[in-house]
């Protein structure tokens, strides 16, 4: 089993940057890809940002420019800097993992959430 938790949501004025941080345990050798989505008041869960075991990223294009996923193998983590926020970045962002090379076929671990709100 693989947990996953996060930390550094908070409350931002519209401009201002947050980085979130998630760390891993457990079975973190079965770990692929990893992510970060995100779910807004009212609204379906959607993914944000995608890293997979050897680097390579995709990421939303609402957030594009703006949002930078990062992994550090070495100490089990991923990062999400998060630059230039807008009020409709307010939403839970939950950290997410996989076994597979990307999300397409699910997500097999979920981090349990933290809140982002974006002030105007």
């Known amino acids: 089993q693989v947990e996953l938790v996060e930390s550094g949501g908070g409350l931002v004025q519209a401009g201002g940057s947050l980085r979130l941080s998630c760390a891993t345990s457990?079975?973190?050798?079965?770990?692929?890809?990893m992510g970060w989505y995100r779910q807004a008041p009212g609204k379906q869960r959607e993914l944000v940002a995608r890293i997979s075991s050897g680097g390579r990223t995709n990421y939303a294009d609402s957030v594009k420019a703006r949002f930078t996923i990062s992994r550090d193998n070495a100490e089990n983590t991923v990062h999400l800097q998060m630059n230039d926020l807008k009020p409709e970045d307010t939403a839970v962002y939950f950290c997410?993992?996989?076994?597979?090379?990307?999300?397409?076929?699910?997500?097999?671990?979920w981090g349990k959430g933290t809140l982002v709100t974006v002030s105007s």
């Open positions: 457990g079975s973190i050798f079965s770990i692929n890809a």
């Open positions: 997410a993992a996989t076994r597979r090379a990307t999300f397409n076929f699910g997500v097999d671990y």
